[in-house]
Structures are given as structure tokens and as C-alpha cells.
């Protein structure tokens, strides 16, 4: 009878053994896991920072493109309006010039006539003269 109390509490001790060893095997799977799950997670935290970074990057990039643009179109509508400034300031003297050179043209013109006038006035008063020298 003690022989075969012996052998079953070694057969117990034996089950006990097996049980436990399986139980570790099953816990470290599960840590495996867990660790595994857990590297998955922040690698994944770690995709998305560094998706979001890059897209505020490229946010930033395009914002400074459309402020240089703005810029660049502010300082060729700046120079467009100082050209057309600077052309109707020209046209302006130009007419003036014009204005100028007609009304010394109509000045000229107008000595003239009246000198031609002066002439035929003293023909005119020479001739009476003359004519009233011979009556």
C-alpha cells in the first residue's frame, strides 16, 4: 500500500509539475504578446507623430509659398502702378510741351498779323498822304 501511495504522490507531483510548466509556457507566451502588442502600439504612436510633423512641415511650406507669391504679386502690382504713374506724368508734360509750342505758334501768328496790319495801315496813311500832296 505505501508503495503505491509513494507512486501516486510522485504521479501527483509529476501532473503538478507538467501543470506548472505549462502555465509558465502559456504566461510567457502571453508576455511575448503583451510585448509584442505593446512595441506594435508605439510604433504606431510613432508613425502618427511623425505623420503629423511632416504634414504641419508641409503646411508650413505652403503657407510661406502663398506669402512669397503674395509678396512677389504685391511688389509687381507696386511696379506696374509706379510705371503707369511715372508713363501718365509724361504724357502730361508731353501735352503740356504741345499746349505750350501751339499757343507760341498762335503767338507768333498773331505778331505777324498784326505787323502785316501795321504795314498795310501805313501803306494806307502814305498813300492819302501822297494824295493829298498833289491836290
Known amino acids: 500500500m505505501k508503495e503505491e501511495e509513494k ?5 501527483k507531483e509529476k501532473e ?4 506548472e510548466k505549462k502555465e509558465e509556457k502559456k504566461n510567457k507566451k502571453e ?4 510585448e509584442k502588442k505593446e512595441e ?4 504606431k504612436e510613432e ?5 503629423e510633423e511632416k504634414e504641419k512641415e508641409e ?17 509687381k502690382e507696386e511696379k506696374k502702378k509706379e510705371k503707369e504713374k511715372k508713363e501718365e ?6 501735352a503740356e510741351e504741345e499746349k505750350e509750342k501751339e499757343e507760341e505758334k498762335q503767338t507768333k501768328k498773331k505778331e505777324e498779323k498784326e505787323k502785316e496790319e501795321e504795314k498795310e495801315e501805313k501803306k494806307k496813311k502814305e498813300k492819302k498822304e501822297k494824295k493829298k500832296e498833289k491836290k
Open 31 to 34: 508576455e511575448k504578446e503583451k
Open 89 to 94: 506724368e509724361e504724357e502730361k508734360k508731353k
Open 47 to 51: 508613425e502618427k507623430k511623425e505623420k
Open 16 to 19: 503538478e509539475k507538467k501543470k
Open 7 to 11: 507512486k501516486k504522490k510522485e504521479e
Open 40 to 43: 506594435e502600439e508605439e510604433n
Open 59 to 75: 503646411k508650413e511650406k505652403e503657407e510661406n509659398k502663398e506669402k512669397e507669391e503674395e509678396k512677389t504679386n504685391e511688389e
